[in-house]
């Protein structure tokens, strides 16, 4: 049932037949976030869609390391060559040290994955922790002779590497449009052409984060930090590189140059790019007043919103979109995902309440219907990874199973074995490929909170039956319930009295 998958690679504009270089292997290469701030929704959106990546090829049986990095230092305003570094500029303002504000942010980003049910991936490495293998990539751009030193600065000599190989084949960039688009060389009098980027950026004085070299105290450029860590822990060449559309230009252009100057082969087989986030159609900005943090949505805490908006609800409203496609965000669209979310948990609840002793024995006259849409569940994943198709067979199912609960369809509609593969494929694709999952636990506090108001009701309406027996369920659940003349308290039941206050 699983046929073939199929991808859409950005490098050439095709889908393609997914064949990994070494199966069962499969490699993936994700840019993670820069840490200088909390995580907003175009974070969750790269996170969810490539966890669905992850979580679909193991679901294939392939073997698969992930590694999704946490850059740490060397991006600058703007993604130029020059300009304040974003983590150094934030601690200044914090009035903490750069390594602080990073640890911080990743710390904040790891766990809004967390409650997003983002798997982890296999390996996490940070951009400050491999300072060694940047420089030695660029030492090997240099012995090829595709790189330049000026003043302590290492640049990639753009137009050199263009005789020999393509710049510009991911983006469809030419050097030219390259060169046209980017700003004078006034006060970057360094660089030999304005289309190269650096590899290398001497330290100023006042630069903080700094780190030594061959060529004097620096700091790495953006683009080498990910070929570094991709190539040191999936090899010169993987599977899947993969990032948000607004990286293919120039940060994986870059790379992919970089790659093919340092280890003479292509870095990546497949690149995907997932579409950017729009609040209400426009595009996120502090200025704007529009931009939302994965906190503030989770909390309700932005002017923007209408009250919070749970983790599983922005993953359900993502998956509504196939992600190569721009996502608009709207206070309706959150609100219908939130109901759409509800309503395909509770066809889990309500298929656990299906005993397969009602159904038909041999066959029912549902069952082709179900065995097409299980099908189409996986065709639609095959496919480029369309969630949203998936979603809408999912609601196909949904609503057989609600007819066999409200009495509108027959139980024996259909039979064992279609009852076998539709539980089968809801539950696969809902929690382990989807990875939506139930969030709406009762806490200690509100499940006991709940059983005091029934018990001091009971007590005032001297209901003694109904006390008994809350206090022998409480109990059972390891929870004691203590009357003062102040009122009803609880506390956990202890088996030695010695041990209870």
């Given at each position: 049932?699983?046929?073939?998958l199929r991808?859409y690679n950005?490098?050439t504009?095709?889908?393609e037949v997914f064949?990994p270089?070494?199966?069962p292997f499969?490699g993936?290469?994700?840019?993670?976030?820069?840490?200088y701030?909390?995580?907003?929704l175009g974070?969750?959106?790269?996170a969810i869609?490539?966890?669905?990546l992850?979580?679909y090829l193991?679901?294939l049986n392939?073997?698969v390391?992930?590694v999704?990095n946490?850059?740490d230092?060397?991006h600058?305003?703007r993604?130029?060559?020059?300009?304040?570094?974003k983590?150094?500029?934030q601690?200044k303002?914090e009035e903490?040290?750069p390594?602080?504000?990073?640890?911080?942010?990743?710390n904040?980003?790891?766990?809004?994955m967390?409650?997003l049910?983002?798997?982890?991936?296999?390996?996490?490495?940070?951009?400050?922790?491999?300072?060694?293998?940047q420089?030695?990539?660029?030492?090997k751009i240099l012995?090829y002779?595709?790189?330049?030193?000026?003043?302590?600065?290492v640049?990639?000599d753009?137009?050199k590497?263009?005789?020999?190989?393509h710049?510009?084949?991911?983006s469809?960039?030419?050097i030219?449009t390259t060169?046209?688009?980017?700003?004078?060389l006034t006060?970057?009098t360094d660089?030999?052409?304005?289309e190269?980027f650096?590899?290398?950026?001497?330290?100023?004085?006042?630069?903080?984060?700094?780190w030594p070299?061959?060529w004097?105290?620096?700091?790495?450029?953006?683009?080498?930090?990910c070929?570094a860590?991709a190539?040191?822990y999936?090899?010169?060449q993987?599977d899947?590189?993969?990032g948000?559309m607004d990286?293919l230009f120039?940060?994986h252009?870059c790379?992919?140059?970089?790659?093919?100057?340092?280890v003479q082969?292509?870095?990546?087989t497949y690149w995907m790019?997932?579409n950017l986030?729009t609040?209400?159609g426009?595009k996120m900005?502090?200025?704007?007043?529009?931009f939302?943090t994965?906190?503030a949505?989770f909390s309700g805490?932005?002017?923007a919103l209408d009250?919070?908006y749970?983790?599983?609800?922005?993953?359900?409203?993502?998956l509504?979109?196939?992600?190569?496609?721009?996502?608009s965000?709207?206070?309706?669209?959150l609100?219908a995902?939130?109901?759409?979310?509800r309503?395909?948990?509770?066809?889990?609840?309500?298929?656990?309440k299906?005993?397969?002793?009602?159904?038909?024995t041999?066959?029912?006259r549902?069952?082709?219907a179900?065995?097409?849409?299980c099908?189409?569940?996986?065709s639609?994943?095959?496919?480029?990874?369309?969630?949203a198709?998936?979603?809408?067979?999912?609601?196909n199912l949904?609503k057989k199973?609600?007819?066999?609960?409200?009495?509108?369809?027959?139980?024996?509609?259909i039979?064992k074995?279609?009852?076998?593969?539709?539980?089968?494929?809801?539950?696969t694709?809902?929690?382990?490929l989807?990875?939506l999952k139930e969030e709406?636990q009762?806490t200690?506090d509100?499940?006991v909170?709940?059983?005091?108001?029934?018990?001091?009701?009971?007590k005032?309406?001297?209901?003694?039956?109904?006390i008994?027996?809350i206090?022998?369920?409480?109990?059972?659940m390891?929870?004691a319930?203590?009357?003062?003349?102040?009122?009803?308290?609880?506390?956990?039941?202890?088996k030695?009295s010695?041990l209870c206050p």
């Open positions: 049932m699983h046929q073939i991808i950005s490098l504009r095709q889908k064949e270089l070494r199966p499969v993936i290469y994700l840019c993670g976030p820069t840490v701030g909390k995580a907003h974070h969750a959106r790269a869609t490539f966890d669905i992850f979580r193991q679901h392939y073997t390391r992930y999704r946490i850059t230092v060397g600058l305003e993604d130029l060559d020059d300009g304040k570094d983590i150094a500029q601690a303002l903490i040290s390594m602080e504000v990073a640890q911080r942010y990743t904040s980003y790891r766990k809004n967390e409650v049910n983002v798997l982890p991936p296999s390996i996490e490495p940070c951009a400050s922790g491999h300072i060694l293998e420089i030695a990539m660029i030492e012995e002779g595709l790189a330049y030193i000026i003043d302590g600065s640049y990639f753009v137009a590497y263009n005789q020999m190989h710049y510009g084949k991911l469809g960039r030419s030219e060169r046209s688009g980017t700003r004078s006060k970057q660089k030999k052409q304005p190269d650096a590899l290398w950026k001497k330290a100023t004085p006042m630069h903080i984060m700094r070299s061959p004097g105290e620096g700091f790495p450029g953006w683009h080498i930090e070929s860590m190539t040191k999936l090899g010169n993987f899947i590189h993969g948000g990286l120039p940060h252009e790379e992919i140059a970089q790659a093919q100057a340092a082969t292509n870095l990546a790019h997932n986030v609040i209400d426009v900005g502090k200025s704007l007043g529009n939302i994965l906190d949505l805490d932005h002017p009250q919070p749970s983790p599983m609800t922005l993953r359900f409203f993502m509504q979109a196939h992600y190569r496609s721009t996502l965000i709207t206070i309706e669209g609100k995902a939130h109901q759409g979310y309503k395909l948990m509770n066809g889990l609840h309500l298929l656990a299906l005993h397969q002793e009602t159904v038909a041999t066959s029912g549902l069952d082709e179900i065995y097409a849409d099908t189409a569940c996986y639609a994943i095959n496919d480029d990874f369309n969630t198709k998936v979603l809408a067979h999912l609601f949904l199973i609600n007819g066999w609960h409200n009495g509108t369809l027959e139980h024996d509609s039979s074995a279609a009852l076998d593969q539709l539980r089968t494929t809801y539950t694709f809902t929690v382990a989807l990875g709406h009762l200690t509100q499940m909170a709940t059983f005091l108001k029934i018990y001091q009701e009971a005032a309406e001297k209901r003694y039956d109904q008994d027996y206090r022998t369920a409480l109990h059972k390891g929870i319930i203590k009357d003062h003349s102040s009122g009803v308290r609880w506390e956990y039941q202890c030695h010695t």
